[in-house]
């Protein structure tokens, strides 16, 4: 083959295409109908061992320092660390014997991978896995998928880093430092499994093969990435103009316009599909390339595998057969356990209607007002809000002010702690000024204020109360608060500390409670004085919203300023969505649109 690494990596794909896509198909497959239903399984099992039956923010420390699960963690590391090797290692086998002009199909291809991966697993490799696991999200910037890389950030985490400028710069940093360090390694795996070199001599070798190249190496993979991105993104943009060209020609003409558009989402829904099974092996293709192109360039010998002899072995060919029976029979029983689960009623597959979608003004109309101020009270009142969200901390003089933080640093530009604070001296702080010089004279207000304000023009009422542990009656003066205005049935109290909750129960069994939460991992409807769960929006799946329906229970999601998580939200019917920017959700409840199939296309390589 010519000494030309952009040819090449679609000729070694174009070589054995049919194995590829077949390997693609069939590992895709594999992960996403065993092997994370299994771990999902040993997730629950040992929760169950630990004596948890949920997971919150709360107590997710002494979970996570559980002897079991550190265990399970460590056999995840290792066994997702095997899985993808096969994946890295298969791929790698292929475009090997289509550098050389051979066929491979997938069995023999995986056996070789099998084989060839027996000495890679031991505690002097362990080093081995942040390899694997960069090159996992190197090589998947794209489009591109794998097991380590569908690891959801919750967005309150990513935007808490970008809005940090200062910690921003410094992963950034420490990203750049580790990339040019890591890339040194990255024809490590073609050493171990072409080479059947011992990892630290695999290392070396890559190392000494990218001499000099590693900046260029890095500019071509991650170039790749962004022409499979683009390709991606002009499929569909090309695909929604013409259906749109076809519909102003066509409008009168309704059957020819509706077949000609089925025909051009089929062409674009399969042309998806094959790039998003390629994208992977497209980014090994251009790795396998460059290395061969590196030992050309350096006079290197390049080691052909006799695959034939390798896998042409009665005990391997046995051994396989144990694998493949083993597998449909895990098939079979998870199949017919599920079946008389959902036969004899054990599993609900069906979801409550919801009641109509509520939008809640998060600390006011704060996209409009400085936050958590009769301002943005009453700004939330005007843009229609159904619900206003609010924050409480006991002063020093045991009065109930409102403002999110224990400090007035941040909205006042005062260094000191509300609890140690009187509400006099707290009338002096400015916290409108950060927002907009054009409220200087806004001031914290007393929740009694608030509460006032809200029975008088009927507008429901969120209290999320922030105990910092210098309170006294903290939940009885504001459930007392409550009572005096006869406004209960408008108002929840909410708390991300569950034995706020649970104190508030006891004072009044009838207040309506809200857990507030960033996650929420197993059996959350066992938590009985939480009425309604409040969770961050990136964790909110079908399932989720099903079973908390199902349980009679409300689910409430914060905090949506971006108007695809507002459809998204919409299309799993949440009860209510929590946001600073009112008009943009009101707009997007009653504009009736559910999510559109292009946002979601779109939406998947980002």
Known sequence: MKNNYVINSFKLIKNNIKTVMKFEIIYKLVVSLIIVPILIAGFN????????????????????????????????????????????????????????????????????????LKRVFSIKNFSLVFLLIFLMFFLHIGIGSSIITTVNIPKFITDYVINNRVLFVILICIIIVLIAYLMNFIYTFHYMILERKKYSVAKNASKKLIKKSTIKDMIRLLSVQIIIYFIYVLIVVAGVYIITLF?????????????????????????????????????????????????????????????YKTVNNKKTNKVFKYIINLIIIILFMVGSILTYQVINGNIDLTIANPDNIEITAHRGASYNYPENTMAAFVGAKELNADWIELDVHQTKDFQLVVIHDSNFKRVGNVNKKVSDLTYKEIQKIDVGSHYDLEYAEERAPLLEDVIKYAKENNIKLNIELKPTGTEVDFEKQVIDLINKYEYKDKIVLASMNYEVLERAKEIDSSIRTVYVMSFAIGNIIDLSSADIYSIEASNIKYSLVARIHNSGKKIFVWTINDIDTLYKMIDLNVDNIITDNIVQAKEALNSNQEINIINELIKSII
């Open 45 to 116: 099992c040992v929760m169950n061992l630990s004596g948890y039956t949920y997971l919150t923010g709360e107590n997710i420390v002494g979970f996570l320092l559980h002897p079991y699960n550190i265990i399970f963690i460590l056999f995840v590391i290792i066994f997702l660390t095997f899985i993808t090797m096969i994946d890295v290692s298969t791929l790698i086998i292929i475009f090997d014997q289509s550098y050389h002009d051979k066929r491979i199909t997938v069995l023999d291809s995986f056996k070789t991978a099998i084989i060839r």
């Open 247 to 307: 519909n102003n020609i066509l409008g009168n003409y309704k059957i020819i316009e509706s077949i000609l558009i089925t025909v051009i989402w089929v062409f674009i829904l399969i042309s998806l599909l094959i790039i998003t099974m390629l994208s992977n092996a497209l980014s090994y293709s251009l790795l396998s390339s460059l290395y061969y192109k590196h030992k050309v360039d350096n006079n290197r010998p390049i080691i052909e595998i006799d695959y």
